[in-house]
């Protein structure tokens, strides 16, 4: 059994900001955990645009704070977003995120992230493998 707060692992390699300074995510379970998915608290800042495209992930997002637009950048479609709306990006559509405030979103990647990866030139987090930990 694991049991983790969000608070324990702030400033540990576990709280990734992106190089853009568009978002932060606290992930509080990783592949090392070898239990098939991965969990983050994402919170991304008001006033940004985000593109992303999980061309080797599933992503669910379950927004707990916050309001923004999210487009499906292949059809043009917007959503918006808001507490308790869930968007599962189960086709790997490239999309973006705008938040109008800062927008706290819980995730759910499969296959899991390693804590290591960040968005590529084209949005995509790279598909990494690493061994659990002893």
């Given amino acids: 059994m694991i049991v983790r707060s ?35 608290e994402t919170t991304l800042y008001a006033g940004t645009e985000t593109s992303m495209w999980y061309a080797n992930h599933i992503e669910a997002v379950l ?22 709306t869930m968007y599962l990006l189960d086709g790997h559509e490239k999309h973006t ?17 390693t804590g290591r990866e960040d968005h590529d030139e084209n949005g995509v987090y790279p598909l990494l493998t690493e061994p659990a930990e002893d």
């Fill in 63 to 84: 927004c707990v704070e916050g309001e923004a637009e999210l487009t499906n950048d292949e059809t043009g479609e917007k959503h918006w977003i808001s507490p308790g």
């Fill in 6 to 40: 969000f608070q324990e692992i702030e400033g540990t390699d576990r709280d990734v900001r992106s190089a853009s300074g568009t978002w932060r995510s606290k992930r509080i379970v990783l592949a090392k955990e070898r239990v098939g998915f991965s969990l983050h």
């Fill in 97 to 113: 995120v705008r938040p109008k405030s800062d927008f706290r979103v819980m995730c759910v990647f499969n296959p899991p992230v």
